[in-house]
DNA sequence: ACCAATCTGGTAGTGACTACCAGTACGGTA
DNA sequence: TACCGTACTGGTAGTCACTACCAGATTGGT
């Protein structure tokens, strides 16, 4: 069997994924999450439902996908390991909001836009923030392994378990402001105020933003 | 109308509450939370399957719903306004701790072991946790309430959000930990150990307790 | 004794989600 | 070019959470 998959089959389920989640969030931006089925989605996306649940495991992961997992995780391998843990969590966040939410706020067809009409759903509805918190706590402990490391101390691990939670809970509150301002602020400096806001005014080192 | 509703119809409705509870907890803890059905629940409560979805709205619930919601925010008003934010927050999750941990560890029927049970397949049941930090989200608001009363001031509030949600996330380590240690360690000192982690040893105040 | 409010239960749905099965298109091979 | 294993897609039937809508029983106050 060929272990590398063809290029064109993986193109093809790319291109499904992207073209039923796309209808699905505005679907769900115009009618409502509760007030829009499955079906509605299939049949906006011209598959079946069947179609639907093969690409996405529930209804709310139509919303939730997000191939941007691991770049948090990335960036705070590349911070100095003698920081305060607070240090290093809070600049990859800062780093990697920086890198996601570029793009035009105009721009319909933007991946910021796009970005932010996800947040607004996720916020707006009940079983999507909570599915959104719990994937915090997925990218929590993913964090947790760069921070420590195979480091086994349980100590160790608890406390970077703590650092990181708080840090993602100051980060969340920066989020929904930055949904409820519609994106016209900037994010990176939203989720810089908020950590400032939650570990002090010094807490937070430069971020790579001119 | 009485505004006052007669004690035997309440006290009722709290005892078939807490009997329908205490065995949808069990039947969850035995067989697992997707395994069992409300119609299992309401069985084994001696109910029917309607008068479960009239006391708690979703199967969720049954884990998830807790009388002592509001002791947290009590304990915000009690803290001297003239201390961080974190401060007080942190004081207040700590002996919110004490009151709600307080029972025998190995009495089956007290409300330590109850709680136990509980925070365990929160944490244990993806559907169960991703509620839970939304319910924790919940109680940010109204934490951020009790911070900041009725000052309408845009980034006094940002600030109280960033700070409440920290520490919640801080806290809910804690409880994770507790969970997984069964209750044997002192889930106060968890707490103010998460807290000192995330936001510096000197950061808590000395609890109330001996 | 009477009324209003509440609690409880039954019925018939909707909708998310899951096997199980069949048809079809792709990718590599002979 | 013909062939075959694999993956993608679709249909059917079913389970289960959850929701109106309705009917009977119980409680509290008049």
Same mark, same amino acid.
């Given at each position: *069997? ?20 796309? $209808? ?25 439902? *069947?179609?639907?649940?093969? $690409? ?65 759903? *996720? ?47 100051? *980060? ?39």
């Amino acid at each position: *069997m060929p272990d590398q998959h063809s290029t064109l089959r993986a193109r093809r389920r790319a291109e499904t994924q992207r073209t039923v989640q796309a $209808h699905a969030v505005r679907l769900f931006t115009e009618r409502g999450f509760d007030a829009t089925t499955v079906a509605d989605v299939a049949d906006a996306a011209g598959v079946s439902p *069947m179609t639907v649940y093969r $690409h996405f495991p529930t209804k709310e992961d139509l919303v939730l996908a997000d191939a941007n997992v691991g770049l948090v995780a990335d960036g705070i391998a590349a911070t100095p390991a003698n920081l305060p843990l607070t240090h290093r969590i809070g600049s990859a966040l800062v780093d990697s909001a920086a890198q996601l939410s570029s793009g035009d706020v105009h721009d319909p067809g933007s991946n910021r836009r796009f970005l932010l009409a996800r947040l607004q759903l *996720m916020i707006a509805t009940p079983a999507l923030r909570a599915r959104h918190l719990d994937n915090h706590y997925a990218l929590q402990q993913s964090i947790v392994g760069a921070l420590t490391g195979e480091s086994p101390d349980p100590d160790t691990v608890f406390r970077a378990q703590a650092a990181a939670g708080a840090c993602l809970a100051a *980060m969340h509150t920066a989020l929904v402001r930055w949904a409820e301002d519609d994106g016209r602020t900037d994010l990176p400096d939203l989720i810089a105020q908020a950590l400032a806001a939650a570990f002090g005014d010094d807490a937070i080192g430069s971020p790579t933003r001119g």
